[in-house]
């Protein structure tokens, strides 16, 4: 839809001087630091980035992704790449080249095949105001991380329907089986009459239709098959979804953040 923007995607610092009026020290630091990475800058842009690419905002967010496949295409072509993720807008990302098949295989010429996602959640979004860093998504790249490179910063999360940057709206990621979040044990009960799916951090419960994110109890185990997971579930044949939240640190955030949004509650 023409409100959201879309992330343009460049294959370094250097090239993506070219799209943004000024990057500032706090933008440059950072991309030093982690890109190639999980990282979009947002950032005030350049006339030479069209308005249906950033929704008619003056900032646009740039990101410089970790992929050898990918670089060699942004190597390759003389303009930076303006993309979402690749599926129906609002349902769950796709971390597969069989995930972009099966939603969208019919209505695109083809398919670069990279294998499955490494990250497995989209890319952390950075805004600067003020001077100080702000985080308008949580995503691949943790806070911690951010913060070990420009000192503390604040989160703006949420936008009901004019989002500042992708993933933003208060319903995205969404599967369509209902999916309801809390303590497991006591939603299984709840539901006890319906078939009933199970997605867990790292417990296991005696359910046939589950999927455990980390038996370890690792967060970026958790991140790279969150989506995955999710999209299993959904196909399932169940009638609902129930979660958990997982430990609320490190990637950890953004799994919750995907599951807040993904939530029908």
């Known amino acids: ?28 630091d950072l991309a030093r630091a982690f890109w190639p ?5 947002l950032l005030e842009k350049n006339p030479i980035i069209p308005d249906l690419v950033t929704a008619g905002l003056s900032t646009v967010g ?22 979402p993720s690749a599926n129906p807008f609002g349902y769950i990302s796709p971390t597969t080249p069989e995930h972009v098949q099966t939603q969208l295989g019919d209505r695109i010429p083809y398919i670069l095949d990279g294998g499955p996602c490494t990250v497995g ?15 308008l998504r949580n995503g691949g790249l943790a806070v911690e991380d951010i913060e070990s490179v420009i000192g503390n910063v604040s989160v703006q999360l949420h936008s009901s329907s ?29 539901h006890k009459n319906r078939r009933t ?9 005696d359910v046939k239709d589950q999927i455990i994110l980390s038996s370890s109890g690792d967060l970026h185990e958790a991140a790279r098959n969150f989506f995955s997971a999710l999209r299993k579930l ?17 990637l950890g955030r953004a799994i919750n953040d995907r599951l807040r949004r993904a939530s029908s509650e």
Request: aromatic share 6%; net charge negative.
């Open 1 to 28: 839809p023409t409100f959201d923007p879309l992330i343009v995607h460049v294959p370094s610092l250097e090239r993506a001087s070219a799209f943004a009026r000024t990057i500032p020290p706090q933008a440059a």
């Open 37 to 41: 990475g999980p990282l979009t800058l």
């Open 62 to 83: 740039l990101r410089c992704p970790d992929h050898a496949l990918t670089q060699e295409l942004l190597e390759a072509l003389p303009f930076p790449l303006a993309a």
């Open 121 to 135: 959640i989209e890319s952390t979004i950075v805004a600067f105001e003020n001077g100080k860093g702000v985080i």
């Open 162 to 190: 004019n989002p500042k940057a992708p993933g933003q709206l208060e319903s995205h990621y969404a599967p369509r089986t209902p999916l309801v979040t809390g303590d497991i044990t006591e939603l299984l009960k709840q």
């Open 197 to 205: 799916a199970v997605l867990s951090f790292r417990d296991n419960f």
């Open 234 to 250: 959904d196909q399932s044949g169940a009638e609902i979804i129930v979660a958990e939240f997982v430990p609320e640190n490190g």
